[in-house]
């Protein structure tokens, strides 16, 4: 099964804290395979809001986004590639937001559409337990958090548990 794909951004800031930008993308699909992107900076963001704080959990600085962060069009042919005949679920809203930031800034379509996992969920008729259960194992497994990647490799690694039937 290498769908669905889970998607994870980290961004300057959180919307509560400012105009935030996605700095960092991941897709992970629950077969085990995921990318992840660095975003350099587009024009349009240069006076929008950067938090010291998430750069604290994140550990992605303004100066390795203009080093190593690719463009905004590379970013999304890229994700829309990975993410082909899948469909593509996220934990929190704000990944569909900074999604819709990033198409925005170089006037493109959305990819793909985001839906929120709940509904997977829902959909496999997962009890609140059995979730509860795939979420701890997925977090022992994959400790580490504010990292684009390794946030989506845990929804990926859950699912994955679930449909499975291994908690």
């Given at each position: ?118 509904e997977l969920l829902q959909e496999h008729r997962f009890t ?22 390794d946030d989506a490799q845990r929804l990926a690694l859950m699912v994955n548990l679930l ?5």
């Amino acid at each position: 099964m290498s769908c669905p794909a889970l998607i994870d951004f980290e961004a300057s800031c959180l919307p509560d804290y400012g105009q935030s930008y996605p700095i960092e993308v991941a897709l992970a699909r629950s077969d085990g395979s995921s990318r992840a992107w660095l975003i350099r900076p587009v024009e349009a963001w240069r006076y929008w809001d950067w938090s010291p704080e998430a750069e604290a959990l994140h550990g992605i600085s303004r100066a390795l986004l203009e080093t190593q962060g690719l463009t905004a069009e590379h970013v999304l042919d890229e994700m829309a590639d990975f993410a082909k005949d899948c469909r593509v679920y996220a934990d929190a809203d704000l990944d569909q937001y900074w999604l819709e930031v990033l198409c925005q800034a170089v006037r493109r379509p959305l990819p793909f559409p985001v839906h929120h996992l709940g509904e997977l969920l829902q959909e496999h008729r997962f009890t609140r337990d059995q979730v509860a259960a795939a979420v701890e194992a997925a977090r022992k497994r994959l400790p580490r958090q504010h990292l684009a990647r390794d946030d989506a490799q845990r929804l990926a690694l859950m699912v994955n548990l679930l449909v499975n039937g291994e908690v």
